[in-house]
């Protein structure tokens, strides 16, 4: 087998540096695609997010309208999340936080 002579050699390594330059700049390309990709779906989801809270807003709005104590109505929604086991424990802190106010 016959030794590549300089040039031989400076040009498969020409041909090697611009398929790693090619395959580098494809990899680029995808993660910017990729990333675009992350950061349309998050700012869908923060638009729904920002319309559901208009919504939930609205929805107090005429719970206060109607009457109805909307900070206990928070406060329900909140408990009502919790499971047992951590509602027992808001439970009982508050218990004991209220009596120790009491004196």
């Not at 406060?75 to 499971?83: F, H, L, P, S, Y």
Request: avoid cysteine; proline fraction near 1%; glycine fraction near 2%.
């Amino acid at each position: 087998m016959p030794k590549k002579n300089a040039l031989e050699k400076e040009i498969a390594k020409a041909a090697k540096d611009t398929k790693n330059v090619k395959a580098q700049k494809e990899r680029e390309r995808i993660q910017a695609e990729e990333l675009k990709a992350f950061i349309d779906r998050i700012e869908r989801l923060e638009e729904e997010k920002a319309n559901v809270s208009a919504d939930i807003r609205e929805i107090y709005k005429e719970a206060k309208e109607a009457g109805y104590n909307t900070t206990v109505m928070r406060t329900v929604v909140k408990i009502r999340k919790m499971d047992e086991s951590d509602f027992a424990e808001y439970d009982e802190l508050t218990r004991i936080y209220l009596e120790k106010l009491e004196g």
